[in-house]
T-cell receptor, first 116, second 115 residues
């Protein structure tokens, strides 16, 4: 079974600065997806960024980028130019590539605080 | 296009009472999921349905039953609620398929308090 570990329960960053959230995972599969989800106080789960394991290029979405290290099974999220609206819980998640097995395995989350 | 909807938003139950959490999606997705979220635990899969007419257990299925009523709807039932089932429940859906290039869409959540 796959496991996802987020070792930073809480992080804080000054507004406009850069912060990196860590995620490691364990799997025996060679193909899979990795995700970062954001959960603001409204509790809605919002997809931030997605990475396919077969792609060597790191995914980017505006101010959000990942550092995907497949051999190390590491998937960190970098948020540049942090904004007050970035304050939320951030969850790393794993999904198998296999058809009919799209369920997500989540880490325990990192609470990000933005300091004005 | 409402996406994934869940009812109710909030519910208080007494121990031993039963209730059904409703979930519906209007995106013609094949697969649907129920997760629960507890403090410090992340989201954990309760049950899922890869297609209409099929359901499978996830990581924490005890105390729950599900019904995939049709392609749109996937309900979660608590037959005899226990305080340990106090949680926030999320429904999610995905189109499914071989190497499909998309991810799960989540509903807004149902907050359940069992006294």
């Amino acid at each position: 079974a796959q496991t996802v570990t987020q070792s930073q329960p809480e992080m804080s960053v000054q507004e406009a600065e850069t912060v990196t959230l860590s995620c490691t995972y364990d799997t025996s599969e060679s193909d899979y997806y990795l995700f970062w989800y954001k959960q603001p106080p409204s509790r809605q789960m919002i997809l931030v960024i997605r990475q396919e394991a077969y792609k060597q290029q790191n995914a980017t979405e505006n101010r959000f980028s990942v550092n995907f290290q497949k051999a190390a099974k590491s998937f960190s999220l970098k948020i540049s130019d942090s904004q007050l609206g970035d304050a939320a819980m951030y969850f790393c998640a794993y999904r198998s590539y296999n058809f009919g097995n799209e369920k997500l395995t989540f880490g325990t989350g990192t609470r990000l605080t933005i300091i004005p | 296009n409402a996406g994934v909807t869940q009812t109710p938003k909030f519910q208080v139950l007494k121990t031993g009472q039963s209730m059904t959490l409703q979930c519906a999606q209007d995106m013609n997705h094949n697969s649907m999921y129920w997760y629960r979220q507890d403090p410090g635990m992340g989201l954990r899969l309760i049950y899922y349905s890869a297609s209409e007419g099929t359901t499978d257990k996830g990581e924490v299925p005890n105390g729950y039953n599900v019904s995939r009523l049709n392609k749109r709807e996937f309900s979660l039932r608590l037959e005899s609620a226990a305080p340990s089932q106090t949680s926030v429940y999320f429904c999610a859906s995905i189109s499914g398929g071989w190497r499909i290039q998309e991810t799960q869409y989540f509903g807004p959540g149902t907050r359940l308090l069992v006294l």
